[in-house]
């Protein structure tokens, strides 16, 4: 059972360049999330799904667009990447048809944007 | 807006001591709060789930707390060891959003 899946694990962009974090589950969860997470910062949420066709904006969702691609799938985007979206991004799963269920995440994704 | 507070960022014990962390919120009434796990290099791990209407939860060493008047949860290992070093995070529904605080880095030398 893989849970949450992220792909890449690592990446180095150059400012203005554009890229895909991609992000699986198999746990049919109909919510999910992607954080980011920086030193002293704890993990700001960007933005989330509460369910498949549905997005909404986070805390911190500048310079960032997500895509619910089914259930399963859930990807965020940087169109122009900026040094100040160096971090390392979290992507999370829960069911959202039970009350009192935890989220799920995967291993994450190191960005450094040069 | 809605906030989630840990009142340390770093917390240093000795082994066999009981460790408490505090999470605050504010503008909020959450129906439960969650405590999390997160060693370095990986994503959080849930450890345990607290109700409004629970006092106190209770697994293995672990123990939390929830007052809603105080709006407030405290998180308590018991006979600490080095292997519960680690970041402990509380999070919070904020309708389907799920929030966090910042953390609380527990070091525990033996």
């Known amino acids: 059972n893989a849970g949450v899946t992220q792909t890449p694990k690592f990446q180095v962009l150059k400012t203005g360049q554009s890229m895909t974090l991609q992000c699986a589950q198999d746990?049919?969860?109909?919510?999910m999330y992607w954080y980011r997470q920086d030193p002293g910062m704890g993990l700001r949420l960007i933005y989330y799904s509460a369910s498949e066709g549905t997005t909404d904006k986070g805390e911190v969702p500048n310079g960032y667009n997500v895509s619910r691609l089914n259930k399963r799938e859930f990807s965020l985007r940087l169109e122009s990447a900026a040094p100040s979206q160096t971090s390392v991004y979290f992507c999370?799963?829960?069911?959202?048809?039970?009350?009192?269920?935890?989220?799920?995440f995967g291993q994450g994704t190191r960005l450094t944007v040069v | 807006s809605q906030k989630i507070e840990q009142n340390s960022e770093a917390l240093n014990i000795q082994e066999g001591k009981t460790a408490t962390l505090t999470c605050n919120y504010t503008n909020y009434s959450p129906a439960y709060l969650q405590w999390y796990r997160q060693d370095p290099g990986r994503g959080p791990v849930f450890l345990l789930l607290i109700r409004e209407n629970e006092k106190e939860k209770r697994k293995e060493r672990l123990k939390v707390t929830f007052d809603t008047t105080l709006k407030q949860s405290l998180f308590h290992i018991t006979a600490s060891q080095p292997a519960d070093s680690a970041t402990y995070l509380c999070?919070?529904?904020?309708?389907?959003?799920?929030?966090f605080g910042k953390g609380t880095t527990l070091s525990v030398s033996s």
């Open positions: 999070a919070l529904l904020a309708g389907t959003a799920l929030i």
């Open positions: 999370a799963s829960r069911d959202r048809t039970l009350m009192n269920t935890e989220a799920f």
């Open positions: 746990m049919n969860h109909n919510s």
